[in-house]
C-alpha cells in the first residue's frame, strides 16, 4: 500500500500562497488514512467470521450425521482392552450346508465382585446364594470377608439374574459385559460341534475358545477378527441330522443297546450329511469328563470317530472286490467253503458252525461265509492284502475334520502273517471306525474312486485315486443287493420299497478293556449300507453296542437283527429329505430273440 503523506509540499505551498492554514490539510488527510484503516479491518473482520460461520456450520453437520447414524444403527457394546494384551470377543458362526445357524453369539454379562467396595459383605453373599442355586452361601461370606480384592461370582448371567444382582443395590458388585457361545439347537450335532470355553480374561472381555469338535479343530479361523461376517459352512443337513438322530436313538432304546453310531455319506464329495453318537450332551452345557471308568461310557466319547472296533463281515466285500479286481476270481466263480479250514494251526469257523459247502463269490457274500473269504484272502495274499487296505485308508487315522479325530488309528496286528490276512479278510483282527468304514464302501459305491469324509461343504465331486474298475464295483455293488433282497441274505430287513438298499452285516464280539479276550455275551453290530444300489447316492453306516432284541423272548444280538431294522427306517425317513424320490429299480433287458411265425 502507497502511503500519502501528510503534509505533502506541493499542497502546502499552495495553501501558504493563498493564505490557509497548512495544519488543515494534515489534519483531512490524517482523517482519510484512519477511515481506511478502519475499512480495512472491518473487511479483514468480516472475512474471518465468515471462515469461522463456514466451520460451525461443517461441525455442526457432521455432529448431527453422526448422530443420525447412531439413532438407526444397533447398540454395541464397546471393545475394551488392557493395554498390549487385546482380548478378541468376536467368533465366527457355524452355518449348515443350508445356511441355518448351528453355532453363534450371543451378548451377555459376567458377574464379579470387589469386596473393598461392598458396604454389606455377608447380606451380600446370601442373597447372591439365592439368585443363583449353585453357589455356597458360606464359600461367598469366606471370600466376601478375606483378603481378596477381586473375585469372579459368576463367568455367565442371564438378563433376570442381572436385574435381581441390581436390585441387591451392593456397590461392590460389578458387571463385565462378553460374548457368550450358544448352540441354539441343544443336543443336534453336539459331537460335531464340540463346544467352547473362555481363554485368556479381562474384566471387561473374554476370549472365546473351542475346546472340542470343529470348534477346537477350526479355532484359528472361527477366533480370526478377518472371518466375523464369515461363517464356517458345513456339510452337515440340519433336517437329515435331526431326523437320524431321533431314528438311531430310538432304536438304540428299542435295541437295549448302550450307545450308537450313524453317519450318512455322500458317495461323490466325500461330504458328511449327518454324523451322529448317543449318548449325546448338551454342549451349552458341557459335561466334565470322566476321569475314569470305561472312556465309552461317558457322553462326550464320540462314537464315529473314537470308537475303534473289529467291525466284522462288513469287511467281506473288501476281499471279494480285490479277488476280482486282481482277475482271480468273478462274481460266480465256485470256492469250497467245507471245512475244516485251518490256518496258522487255528480253525476258521462259521457262525453257529454252519458248513455251506461250494458256494459262488455271490454267495459267500450274501450267506456271509468266513471261510469263502477267508479263502479269498489267501488266494490274494498277505502283500497286496494290505496294500489295497491301505489304498482304501483303512490303515490310517481318519481325515475328518473334529478334533476327535486324531485318536482314530486303526488297531493292527504287531505280525501281519497269513491267519491276519484271513481273520481280516471277515472283519477280525484289525479295528477300525465307522467313519473307515464308511469312506472304504463310498469307494464302491462311486464306481471305484477313494473320497475323503469331510465336513465342509464341497463345490463338487472330490474323487480321489481309482483303486478298483468300475465293472468291479458295480459287480460288488450287485452282491450287496442280494444280502438284502436274496432269499439267504443276512439283512432282508433292509429293503426299503423304492430306494432300493445294498449293504453288508457285521456282527463283532466286544473286546474286554482289560485282561485281553472277548464277552460271549456283548457284540458290535454293523449295518453298512447304500442306497440306491444301481445308482448309489449315499452310503449309510449304522454301529450299535452292545445291542439285544428281545421281542420274540430269546435275545438276538446279531446286525441283521439289530442295526438293520434302525438303518432302514433311517433311510425312510431320511431320504426324502435328501431330495430322492421312490423309485421302480431298473432291471436288465431280457435277451429275446424275435423269430417269424411263418
Not at 472304504?440 to 462311486?446: D, K, R, V
Request: hydrophobic share 40%; proline share 6%.
Amino acid at each position: 500500500m502507497i502511503r500519502t503523506p501528510l503534509r505533502p509540499l506541493a499542497r502546502i505551498l499552495e495553501a501558504r500562497a493563498k493564505g490557509e492554514n497548512p495544519d488543515a490539510i494534515e489534519h483531512q488527510n490524517r482523517r482519510l488514512r484512519h477511515e481506511q484503516m478502519r475499512d480495512n479491518d472491518r473487511n479483514r473482520a468480516e472475512g474471518r467470521l465468515l471462515v469461522l460461520g463456514v466451520c460451525f456450520f461443517c461441525a455442526f453437520v457432521v455432529v448431527g450425521a453422526r448422530m443420525g447414524l447412531l439413532a438407526v444403527s444397533d447398540p454395541v457394546e464397546p471393545r475394551a482392552h488392557a493395554p498390549g494384551s487385546i482380548i478378541a470377543n468376536t467368533r465366527a458362526d457355524i452355518v449348515d450346508r443350508n445356511g441355518r445357524i448351528l453355532a453363534t453369539n450371543l451378548d451377555t454379562h459376567a458377574l464379579y465382585a470387589q469386596p473393598p467396595h461392598m458396604i454389606d459383605r455377608e447380606g451380600a453373599a446370601r442373597k447372591l446364594a439365592k439368585i443363583f442355586s449353585d453357589l455356597n452361601e458360606e464359600r461367598l461370606i469366606k471370600d466376601f470377608t478375606g483378603k481378596r480384592k477381586f473375585l469372579w461370582v459368576k463367568k455367565k448371567i442371564s438378563p433376570e439374574q442381572m436385574q435381581a444382582v441390581h436390585d441387591i443395590g451392593d456397590p461392590g458388585l460389578l458387571f463385565a459385559p462378553r460374548d457368550m457361545r450358544l448352540y441354539p439347537n441343544g443336543r443336534l450335532a453336539a459331537h460335531i460341534m464340540g463346544g467352547s470355553s473362555f481363554g485368556r480374561e479381562g474384566v471387561s472381555a473374554a476370549e472365546v475358545i473351542g475346546v472340542a469338535g470343529a470348534e477346537k479343530y477350526f479355532n484359528d479361523y472361527l477366533s480370526d477378527p478377518a472371518n466375523a461376517g464369515k461363517p464356517l459352512e458345513l456339510s452337515l443337513d440340519l433336517s437329515v441330522q435331526a431326523a437320524s438322530e431321533r431314528v438311531l436313538e430310538g432304536g438304540m432304546k428299542l435295541m437295549n443297546a448302550k450307545g450308537a453310531t450313524s453317519i450318512l455319506l455322500d458317495v461323490h464329495t466325500g461330504e458328511v450329511v449327518s454324523v451322529v453318537s448317543l449318548p449325546s450332551f448338551d454342549p451349552n452345557k458341557r459335561p466334565r469328563p470322566a476321569l475314569d471308568g470305561d472312556p465309552s461310557d461317558s457322553p462326550l466319547f464320540n462314537r464315529s470317530v473314537q470308537g475303534v472296533y473289529e467291525l466284522g463281515s462288513t469287511f467281506k466285500i473288501f476281499a471279494a472286490a480285490q479277488a476280482m479286481e486282481l482277475g482271480l476270481v468273478n462274481a460266480n466263480t465256485m470256492i469250497d467253503t467245507k471245512g475244516p479250514m485251518r490256518v496258522g494251526g487255528h480253525n476258521i469257523g462259521e457262525f453257529h458252525n454252519k458248513n455251506y459247502g461250494t458256494l459262488s463269490v455271490s454267495q459267500i457274500i450274501e450267506k456271509s461265509s468266513n471261510r469263502g473269504t477267508g479263502r479269498l484272502a489267501l488266494m490274494i495274499g498277505k502283500e497286496r492284502q494290505q496294500e489295497f487296505l491301505r489304498s482304501l485308508g483303512l490303515f490310517e487315522k481318519s481325515s475328518f475334520e473334529i478334533i476327535e479325530a486324531s485318536g482314530s488309528t486303526p488297531l493292527l496286528p504287531a505280525r501281519y502273517t497269513d491267519l491276519s490276512a484271513v481273520t481280516i479278510s471277515y472283519g477280525h483282527g484289525i479295528s477300525t471306525t465307522a467313519m473307515h468304514l464308511a469312506a472304504g464302501y463310498a469307494a464302491i459305491a462311486n464306481g471305484g474312486r477313494v473320497v475323503k469324509p469331510t465336513l465342509i461343504k464341497q463345490d463338487g465331486p472330490q474323487m480321489g485315486t481309482r483303486v478298483m474298475r468300475e465293472e468291479v464295483a458295480a459287480a460288488s455293488r450287485r452282491m450287496l443287493r442280494d444280502v438284502v433282497v436274496g432269499k439267504n441274505g443276512t439283512a432282508t430287513f433292509a429293503e426299503v420299497p423304492g430306494y432300493f438298499v445294498a449293504g453288508k452285516t457285521g456282527t463283532a464280539d466286544k473286546p474286554k478293556p482289560r485282561g485281553g479276550g472277548y464277552y460271549k455275551d456283548k457284540t458290535i453290530t454293523t449295518f453298512a449300507s447304500m442306497f440306491p444300489a444301481h445308482d448309489p447316492r449315499y452310503v449309510l453306516i449304522v454301529t450299535l453296542d452292545e445291542p439285544v432284541e428281545t421281542s420274540s423272548g430269546k435275545p438276538r444280538r446279531t446286525a441283521g437283527w439289530t442295526a438293520v431294522p434302525v438303518a432302514a427306517e433311517m433311510i425312510r425317513r431320511v431320504a426324502p429329505l435328501l431330495g430322492m424320490r421312490p423309485a421302480i429299480e431298473p432291471v436288465g433287458v431280457a435277451g429275446i430273440t424275435l423269430t417269424s411265425s411263418n
